[in-house]
């Protein structure tokens, strides 16, 4: 069970996700950083589990307003270049709001990173396809309560999936209501050998081993690492 430890950034800083409410979110105050800037909250986290992959959710890229001019699909590449200079080895899956399959190859073309190609941002199919044949992506497969957030094809049509899939549901952000396991059970029934993550109501660590007897390969995991409901010792026991 891989543990994915997530970095929601907006201004610079990172927040605290509440249930997909993006404009909400406030600054992150947590036990394992004095500051919410991302080189001090990744320090913390490294200092809990030395967690082979950080997941970096690029909110201003997301939705379209970064600092700098930076628009929808541009994420901080001097961020991210500090963040994989002060962890070498590391992998950052992150998340910039790709709509096309060029702004995702560029990610993908990055040493160290792993572009993630959001249901709710990407303009269709046939960005997937071809991405499919020039770069390694996952895909995050997006819903909000009910709703499937994207093209419909992209849900229907499991061909379009990559190796690596997110099931992303919104609601359960920083809720602390559980993982979407009936959904997650779903998509795993239809995914075959590829890996499928959870992102998204973790509580805990009876949460990460129920997902693994379902065979969910790891999860995005946030509020639960700065609240300590998942320790060190936990972390180390799941291998996460």
Request: glycine share 12%; with cysteine; hydrophobic share 50%.
């Amino acid at each position: 069970m891989q543990v994915v430890p997530v970095l929601d950034i907006k201004n610079s800083l990172v927040v605290r996700g509440v249930m997909g409410e993006r404009a909400n979110y406030r600054p992150i105050e947590t036990p394992l950083s004095a500051s919410p800037e991302p080189l001090d909250v990744a320090e913390g986290l490294m200092a809990l589990h030395p967690f082979g992959t950080l997941y970096i959710a690029d909110l201003d890229a997301i939705e379209g307003h970064g600092d700098a001019g930076r628009g929808r699909g541009e994420a901080d590449t001097a961020l991210i270049q500090s963040l994989l200079a002060a962890y070498p080895g590391t992998t950052i899956w992150l998340d910039a709001g790709v709509r096309t399959c060029v702004e995702a190859a560029r990610i993908a073309a990055m040493s160290g990173l792993l572009a993630v190609v959001g249901s709710e941002s990407v303009d269709g199919v046939e960005s997937l396809r071809r991405l499919a044949l020039t770069a390694d992506f996952a895909l995050s497969l997006d819903f909000r309560a009910d709703a499937f957030l994207g093209p419909r094809e992209i849900l229907d049509d499991d061909s379009l999936w990559p190796e690596t899939l997110i099931v992303m549901t919104l609601a359960k952000v920083g809720s602390g209501a559980g993982p979407d396991f009936e959904r997650l059970a779903a998509v795993k029934a239809r995914a075959g050998a590829r890996r499928v993550f959870a992102a998204g109501g973790v509580r805990g660590p009876e949460d990460l081993r129920a997902l693994a007897d379902m065979g969910i390969a790891g999860a995005l995991v946030a509020t639960a690492l700065h609240d300590g409901r998942i320790s060190a010792a936990d972390l180390a026991s799941l291998g996460g």
